[in-house]
T-cell receptor, first 115, second 114 residues
Framework: GAGVSQSPRYKVAKRGQDVALRCDPISGHVSLFWYQQALGQGPEFLTY????????KSGLPSDRFFAERPEGSVSTLKIQRTQQEDSAVYLCASSRTSGGTYEQYFGPGTRLTVT | AQSVTQLDSHVSVSEGTPVLLRCNYSSSYSPSLFWYVQHPNKGLQLLLKYTSAATLVKGINGFEAEFKKSETSFHLTKPSAHMSDAAEYFC????????????FGTGTQLKVEL
């Protein structure tokens, strides 16, 4: 079956531009996560949704970052007024439910480069 | 607070020899621990997970890991490396059984030479 998909795969933005990154989770997956992976580092948690509810946004680095999942399926991560330090790969993951030990399935990521 | 430390940023082995990737964890609660692999230009893939059942966990592609509470370790091993094992490996911890956020280590780049 289809896995987690993300679009675009690559995005180049000029400093100060707004960007929107899309995540399509596996159908029926309740939980959705966003992570940021800087070059040479492990992914770092940004935010977490259970259905349409954003239950944890403690990892968002600033108020320029905003995520939504209005219908409990597709999610969008928006970054306003991009800065060079925002350059990273943004990973989306979904899992069947929260709690327990359900595996998080990761998408291929969106590589954002801010020039 | 939960965290993991991967002790080696790079490991190089010859094909057919054993692989050992080291990981130590810190967790306030009984942790769930995972190893993920990331091949170039591909998504993260789960290799195996520990969830307080058997301490020796077997995963895909011949990998296994042993949870040692006394040493707070969760090292990844494979008896015989294959060229296709060359990738980045991440040790990961979750305090709430994996349903919530994952905390990743900094990764170990595994190189397999002929």
């Amino acid at each position: 079956g289809a896995g987690v998909s993300q679009s675009p795969r690559y995005k180049v933005a000029k400093r100060g531009q707004d960007v929107a990154l899309r995540c399509d989770p596996i159908s029926g997956h309740v939980s959705l996560f966003w992570y940021q992976q800087a070059l040479g580092q492990g992914p770092e948690f940004l935010t977490y949704f259970q259905n349409e509810a954003q239950l944890d946004k403690s990892g968002l680095p600033s108020d320029r970052f905003f995520a939504e999942r209005p219908e409990g399926s597709v999610s969008t991560l928006k970054i306003q007024r991009t800065q060079q330090e925002d350059s990273a790969v943004y990973l989306c993951a979904s899992s069947r439910t929260s709690g327990g030990t359900y595996e998080q399935y990761f998408g291929p990521g969106t590589r954002l480069t801010v020039t | 607070a939960q965290s993991v430390t991967q002790l080696d940023s790079h490991v190089s082995v010859s094909e057919g020899t054993p692989v050992l990737l080291r990981c130590n964890y810190s967790s306030s609660y009984s942790p769930s621990l995972f190893w993920y692999v990331q091949h170039p230009n591909k998504g993260l893939q789960l290799l195996l997970k520990y969830t307080s059942a058997a301490t020796l966990v077997k995963g895909i592609n011949g990998f296994e890991a042993e949870f040692k509470k006394s040493e707070t370790s969760f090292h990844l091993t494979k008896p015989s490396a294959h060229m296709s094992d060359a990738a980045e490996y991440f040790c990961v911890v979750s305090d709430t059984g994996g349903g919530n956020k994952l905390t990743f280590g900094t990764g170990t780049q595994l190189k397999v030479e002929l």
